[in-house]
Nanobody
Framework: QVQLVESGGGLVQAGGSLRLSCAAS???????MNWYRRAPGKERELVARITTGGDTNYAGSVKGRFTISRDNAKNTVYLQMNNLKPDDTAVYYCNVDLYPSRYWGQGTQVTVSS
């Protein structure tokens, strides 16, 4: 098992930046880590993924604006979000899959005003 705790959300104007953190209760060195988001009235969406080797993937809507990174020594994953847009408003969740279970944090709210 693992507990995930997100932080860093808040209210920001369009064009601004936020950095989300996800702290894990155990070592994440061997696991792919993901950031998802769920906007009001929409389905959950995979935003970014980082492999154990540091390879990254992004949703098309955030590519070039968001950066996922990891610090295995701190058991922490980050999501740097730049040039935020109102459409980025959502609850952001950290995720790790430890087969056969999926683990989620409680989420952190990001609100972008126009």
């Amino acid at each position: 098992q693992v507990q995930l705790v997100e932080s860093g959300g808040g209210l920001v104007q369009a064009g601004g930046s936020l950095r989300l953190s996800c702290a894990a209760s155990r070592s994440i060195r061997l696991y792919v880590m993901n950031w998802y988001r769920r906007a009001p009235g929409k389905e959950r969406e995979l935003v970014a993924r980082i492999t154990t080797g540091g390879d990254t993937n992004y949703a098309g809507s955030v590519k070039g604006r968001f950066t996922i990174s990891r610090d295995n020594a701190k058991n922490t994953v980050y999501l740097q979000m730049n040039n935020l847009k109102p459409d980025d408003t959502a609850v952001y969740y950290c995720n790790v899959d430890l087969y056969p279970s999926r683990y989620w944090g409680q989420g952190t709210q990001v609100t972008v005003s126009s």
